[in-house]
């Protein structure tokens, strides 16, 4: 008797998968169009884009002109003394290719100068892809389009720090 319902239900279930295999040839799966991204600026000709790196946070403005970079008012080489943190907030133009063609403005706070030079650099690259979507290839190939997650560990309860514990004493 067992053996019999066995029988059965097998023969249910490749009848179902046949007509299941017939409705899902019948079915045309669409082509899969790839994003079209619009150009996004104001009514200045400014492109916008937001930078986060560890707990800074970066408004960033670009526009048409003649390279130019100021960082809360300030020149680049004033507000980021490093060359590193410099080189950093100038990389996804050069990743680009279109450095010396944009001026650059931006409002930054929060955490230090290598968050910041960070979120700069963000947000740039957010910029520039929303003023010329033709430039996302290059800027998310360089690995500047995605934010950076890593941020510091909080500090647990019964620990000197996030994962730093108090020396063992064996007596």
Known sequence: MLVVAAKRLVRRCLSSSAQFAEAAAAVKKKPIEPMKR???VDEYERAYGTGK???AIARVWVWKGTGTVTVNSMPLIAYF???SH???VVAPFVAADVACEFDMACTVRGGGKSGQAGAVRHGV???LQNFNPDLRPPLKEAGFIRRDARIVERKKPGRKKARKMKQ???R
């Open 38 to 40: 619009e150009r996004i």
């Open 53 to 55: 790196r560890k707990t």
């Open 81 to 83: 003394p490093r060359i």
């Open 86 to 88: 410099c080189e950093d």
């Open 125 to 127: 690259a957010r910029a």
């Open 168 to 170: 063992w004493v064996k």
